[in-house]
């Protein structure tokens, strides 16, 4: 049977590990062919909270892509540098033909003291990747989506964090609510060219984003060596539904109903994966 976005072209940022690769994978298991990028290596201020993601990890990507016989075009690329953005985009359509699906998904989590003790490195680069690279990879697509002239998709990657305060991560928390007007406002600009536009807000999810030393840290400060099992007892008191995070593919379902033709008339909306967290 056909998938759910056979013969689309989806493309994936921050594709080499986590909630990137489940998305680049899923889209794929429904008939999508793949544009994947990823920065693959660390970001130096990120590093004392979880290590960036490596080349490996996106040769890892490519061949579980291909280990569904769909074709992926990947690069290393950073979203920070916008002509290795665009040259990356552009090689990818060159090679398969189109873009229809766009998710946003490259993204750093930098936590640590109150907001105002928040350094202006850690500050910069957080707004450098998770709203700048964002708006540079709209920036990248939106002309190639317009001149197609057959509408589309674009999945912005949020969190919860985009909903309601986080005290400890003010960078990241004000990045994530900035996604959130970059998605409005583009809703409103693109409707008439039948370009859809929307937000996923995960609560925590299993990745190495999340499962980390510094994090289990960050949430069980009266431990001295706490565990994952210390965090998710921690993480489980903050959502609705009894379970201390979601999977990646929990958030790639709902990526791949809002690129789907399911979704084609949903736009502008702000799509929660959450577990309850926002309502407790």
């Known amino acids: ?11 994936v940022t921050g594709a080499a590990r986590g909630q990137g690769r489940s998305h680049a994978i899923r889209l794929a298991q429904e008939g999508a ?16 909270c979880y290590p960036g993601a490596t080349e490996s990890d996106l040769t890892e990507t490519v061949a579980a892509v291909e280990a569904l016989d769909r074709r992926i075009v990947a690069t290393k690329a950073d979203v920070r540098d916008y002509p290795a953005l ?56 939106i ?49 008439p060219h039948r370009i859809r536009v929307n937000t996923v807000h995960p609560t925590g999810v299993a990745t190495t984003m999340i499962l980390n030393e510094a994090t289990f840290r960050l949430v069980s400060p009266h431990l001295e060596h706490p565990t994952q099992e210390d965090a998710a007892q921690v993480f489980t008191t903050t959502n609705a539904l009894p379970i201390p995070w979601v999977e990646p593919v929990d958030v790639s379902n709902a990526v791949l109903f809002l690129a789907s033709d399911e979704a084609r008339y949903v736009t502008g909306t702000e799509l929660k994966v959450d577990a309850g967290y926002t309502i407790r």
């Open 1 to 11: 049977m056909p998938g759910r976005v056979a013969g689309k072209v989806a493309f």
């Open 143 to 191: 002309p190639q989506l317009i001149e197609q002239g057959t509408g589309g998709s674009i999945i912005l990657t949020s969190s919860t964090a985009g909903l309601k305060g986080t005290p400890h991560a003010a960078a990241y928390t004000a990045s994530k609510h900035a996604v959130v007007g970059i998605m409005r406002t583009l809703a409103l600009e693109l409707a």
């Open 86 to 141: 665009k040259a990356a985009l552009d090689d990818g359509v060159a090679q398969l033909g189109h873009v229809d699906i766009v998710s946003a998904n490259a993204g750093i989590f930098i936590f640590g003291g109150e907001t105002h003790l928040a350094s202006e490195q850690d500050w910069q680069d957080v707004t450098d990747i998770n709203q700048t690279g964002v708006w540079h990879t709209c920036k990248a697509v």
């Open 33 to 48: 062919d793949i544009i994947a990028i990823d920065l693959c290596e660390s970001v130096p201020s990120v590093d004392r």
